[in-house]
């Protein structure tokens, strides 16, 4: 009998020291770039701790891939930042906010009035979070990294649908990534406008790491785009569609800047850790 009570003490104890360490472990930088079949989903992980959640891919599965990329203990989120609300990069969003508590919300502004955009919106007022439009170049820091939000801007001009997509730059001290949702080559133009310039280049685009617009339609990624860009990697959410997704000629284009492509129909989660770039 006492050898029981010895080994469950050890046991006990063995448990308590596993959550301390869980509990007290650094946090690793990474961003994981989701499988969530034809949307697009993206975890971006800092080395402090903040968590923030790039589109929620078109329904709950993006429940299950959260699940895994979190620790079990997890319930908050600190941004979700919404391209826009088309149902192949919001559809799961309801389903995000109602799982974890969410304390800032990004958008660009468009409000669907359908019945799950009127669920979203009003789950969202429910609870509590702060929630942010997107309609001129905004800094944000966190730690020693930074989001830079490029678009959509009221200088801009009318645009609509996909051409108002969200699009940052997050500077990490490791690396740069430009996400860009489903930005079309009209929004793409009208960056390049505003922040290239002939003496300087394009510091505001140029990223290491491009998230490629609408998935590799060829209505977006043009060539003097991507020149700007200049990306050494391509990452394409992507998966069984009907539209060409990706394009053959946006393929060519990153093929001859050299990029490596990277798919997610192809790699399933694609997992950057920060810290080895």
């Not at 020291?17 to 472990?25: A, D, K, P, S």
């Not at 617009?213 to 700007?228: I, K, M, N, Q």
Request: glycine fraction near 8%.
């Amino acid at each position: 009998m006492k050898k029981i009570y010895w080994w469950l003490i050890v046991s006990l104890l063995a448990v308590l020291f596993g959550l301390i360490y869980i509990y007290c472990l650094p946090s690793r930088g990474e961003i994981i770039f989701f499988n969530v079949g034809q949307g697009d989903a993206a975890l971006i992980k800092l080395e402090n701790g903040l968590k923030v959640l790039v589109d929620c891919g078109p329904n709950e599965i993006i429940l299950s891939k959260l699940g895994r990329a979190l620790p079990f203990y997890e319930t908050r989120l600190d941004y979700l930042i919404i391209s826009h609300p088309d149902l192949d990069h919001y559809g799961g969003c309801l389903a995000v906010i109602k799982r974890y508590k969410v304390s800032h919300v990004v958008i660009n502004g468009d409000n669907k009035s359908d019945e799950y955009g009127r669920a979203f919106f009003a789950r969202l007022a429910e609870e509590g979070s702060k929630v942010s439009v997107i309609d001129r170049f905004t800094r944000w820091q966190a730690g020693d990294a930074f989001f830079d939000f490029l678009a959509p801007s009221l200088d801009f001009g009318e645009l609509s649908g996909n051409d108002r997509s969200v699009v940052f730059l997050f500077t990490h001290p490791q690396v740069k990534v430009l996400f860009t949702g489903d930005l079309g080559e009209s929004e793409e133009n009208l960056l390049m406008e505003r922040y290239c310039r002939v003496d300087a280049g394009c510091p505001r685009l140029k990223a290491d790491v491009l998230k490629v617009g609408h998935h590799g339609s060829d209505t977006s990624s043009g060539e003097e785009f991507l020149e700007a860009v200049s990306p050494t990697r391509a990452i394409i959410s992507v998966g069984s569609n009907s539209f060409g997704h990706p394009s053959a000629r946006v393929l060519k284009r990153l093929e001859r800047l050299g990029a490596e492509i990277l798919r997610t129909d192809r790699e399933s989660d694609i997992i950057m850790k920060l810290e080895s770039l």
